[in-house]
Structures are given as structure tokens and as C-alpha cells.
């Protein structure tokens, strides 16, 4: 049974950077088209960037584009997220998701179509 779990999260202040990774085993990570995705205390899950098989296409929530990139080293079975410039309201818990299609696209907030979740991680920011 192929698993994904996060690593990466914890307490920073604003302004840092931070790169949350997300590791698969069990199976080859090159199976998954990618996804990360957070969630506030208090609010729903929302999408945050998911990239296919390859690397080759990516996609962003629109509110993040240019400051989260995510990528993934199929050799080390582990994607990435790298976000910059870190702000109290990124504050949530980051899971990483696998989807069978593995051609990529964006996913809504629910993640309809990944097939698994990791656990998810903590990214705490203070101001």
C-alpha cells in the first residue's frame, strides 16, 4: 500500500521561507500526478498547487502563484512545496495528495479525484 507523508512544517516568523516535502513509499512517486493542499483552523481545505507525473505541468491557486513553487524529484520519490515570504494567514496544516491520472490538473478545494492524503504538516507563522 503506498503511503505519502509530509515533513518539513513548524513555527517561523513572517518573511522566511520554508520547503515542506512530501515523501511516498511503497510505490514509485512517478505513479501520482501531485497535489498539495492546506487547511486553517476553523476553514475549509483549500487547493494550494499540483503538478503532474513528470514536472512537466504545474498549477497554482491563483492568490499564490509566484510565491509557492512546487516540484518533485522522482529519483528521491518526494515532492516539494517552497513558499517565500511566509505570511501569519499561510498558518495551516499542508497535506500533500496523489491522483492516479497522472497527467496533472488543478484541483478544486474538496480535491475531488486524489486517490490518497498524507497526514499533513504544520506551518505555524507569527507576525
Known amino acids: 500500500q503506498v503511503q505519502f507523508e509530509e515533513s518539513g512544517g513548524g513555527l517561523v516568523q513572517a518573511g522566511v521561507s520554508l520547503t515542506l516535502s512530501c515523501a511516498a513509499s511503497?510505490?514509485?512517486?512517478?505513479?501520482?500526478?501531485m497535489g498539495w493542499f492546506r487547511q486553517a483552523r476553523g476553514k475549509e481545505r483549500e487547493f494550494v498547487a499540483s503538478i503532474s507525473w513528470s514536472g512537466g505541468h504545474v498549477y497554482y491557486a491563483d492568490s499564490l502563484r509566484g510565491r509557492f513553487t512546487i516540484s518533485r524529484d522522482n529519483a528521491k520519490n518526494t515532492m516539494y512545496l517552497q513558499m517565500n515570504s511566509l505570511k501569519p494567514e499561510d498558518t495551516a496544516v499542508y497535506y500533500c495528495?496523489?491522483?492516479?491520472?497522472?497527467?496533472?490538473?488543478?484541483?478544486?478545494?474538496?480535491?475531488?479525484?486524489?486517490?490518497?492524503w498524507g497526514k499533513g504538516t504544520l506551518v505555524t507563522v507569527s507576525s
Open positions: 495528495a496523489a491522483d492516479l491520472a497522472k497527467g496533472g490538473r488543478s484541483y478544486d478545494n474538496n480535491g475531488s479525484g486524489m486517490n490518497y
Open positions: 511503497g510505490g514509485p512517486l512517478s505513479d501520482y500526478a
